[in-house]
């Protein structure tokens, strides 16, 4: 049978059996009152019931203390009862009372307790019966409808979230071919090629100078000068940061040198200035062609940033495409519930595509 046509006929039935059931609870809301004033006139009688006589007075006092609970909160919960429904919500309230109490108050008037709990027992009966009768009257509610709908909804969200990711993940593309043009530019790598060019000069004439001071260092330690010299001793770079002071200990010691020390500060003396004049220069110029590089990466940022942007949505959707792959899951297997309830009231298999 088609779903369409199993959920009308179920609904059908289901409405039949609603307007049955209404009728049954009329039906039992009348036989209720009768029974509501037939256990509180046995409540009224328990309460004026006279104790037997010659009772141990201790006894009499915890009995006739229970009495009054007894019958003040079985009058209290069966006044309570407006409906079979509140009925069944207040019987466990009846027996909780009529244990508590009844207990002890049985031993004294047990004829009037045996009589209230014959009344319990038939309240007990009668909803029992009215439940069973609502039952069979009734069909099991069922969500297929609902359920049906809630998988629609949701796989309808689904796709729209996987067309946004698809969507989403195209743009990211679309900025990291932007991203790597940008940086593959002629312009950027003709700046990338200067810039490690000369940084290349710059350590090598810094390795050049340091290579002719260090030759100087051990001489310079076992002289136990002090000051500078003691410091390009422990530092070639010293040399280059104070050069004019660094000369000027070179022409003080240079008479006491020999050999490679001798031939190092020679050279020194000579092109000291000279490279350190060109270092400063290509110092400039690497500042300058940074100062080229930052302003073209500059153009890049933006990109970058849009880049990072579509990067971290592109998370959160995914997330949430995860969520809802779980979530459809769920109402999957809810409506495969709800269709099986269906399929065993109906007793025949029930064609559904969802």
Do not use: C
Not at 49 to 72: G, M
Not at 92 to 106: E, I, N, R, S, T
Not at 238 to 245: G, H, K, L, P, T
Not at 287 to 300: D, F, I, K, P, T
């Amino acid at each position: 049978m088609r779903l369409e046509e199993a959920i009308r006929e179920y609904e059908l039935r289901r409405e039949e059996g609603l307007k049955k059931a209404e009728k049954l609870r009329k039906k039992y809301n009348k036989w209720l009152g009768k029974k509501k004033k037939e256990l509180l006139k046995a409540v009224g009688k328990l309460e004026k019931a006279k104790p037997p006589k010659n009772v141990d007075e201790r006894l009499l006092q915890i009995v006739e203390a229970d009495r009054r609970n007894y019958v003040s909160a079985m009058r209290h919960a069966v006044e309570g009862i407006q409906t079979i429904d509140d009925l069944g919500k207040r019987l466990p309230d009846l027996a909780k009372v009529h244990v508590d109490y009844g207990k002890h108050v049985m031993i004294l008037f047990e004829k009037e307790v045996y009589a209230v709990n014959s009344l319990l027992k038939e309240l007990s009966e009668g909803y029992t019966e009215f439940r069973e009768e609502v039952e069979k009257s009734v069909p099991p509610e069922i969500d297929v409808v609902e359920k049906l709908e809630e998988l629609r909804k949701a796989q309808h969200e689904f796709q729209a979230k996987r067309d946004a990711l698809s969507k989403l993940a195209r743009e990211l593309e679309e900025e990291r071919k932007k991203l790597e043009s940008l940086l593959s530019s002629e312009e950027f790598a003709k700046v990338e090629e200067e810039i490690r060019e000369v940084s290349s000069k710059i350590r090598s004439i810094e390795l050049e100078l340091r290579s002719k001071v260090s030759k100087l260092q051990k001489p310079l330690k076992r002289m136990r000068l002090g000051g500078i010299a003691d410091e390009v001793a422990r530092d070639s770079g010293v040399a280059i940061e104070r050069s004019d002071e660094f000369l000027s200990l070179l022409l003080k010691v240079y008479p006491r040198l020999d050999g490679k020390a001798k031939k190092a500060a020679e050279w020194l003396m000579e092109n000291l200035d000279d490279k350190l004049s060109e270092l400063s220069e290509l110092r400039r110029e690497l500042e300058g062609l940074e100062a080229q590089r930052e302003e073209l990466l500059r153009s890049v940022k933006p990109v970058q940033d849009e880049l990072l942007a579509i990067e971290r949505e592109l998370s959160l959707l995914a997330d949430d495409v995860k969520k809802l792959e779980r979530k459809l899951l769920r109402i999957e297997a809810e409506l495969k519930e709800e269709l099986k309830k269906l399929e065993d009231y109906r007793g025949e298999k029930v064609e559904v595509s969802f």
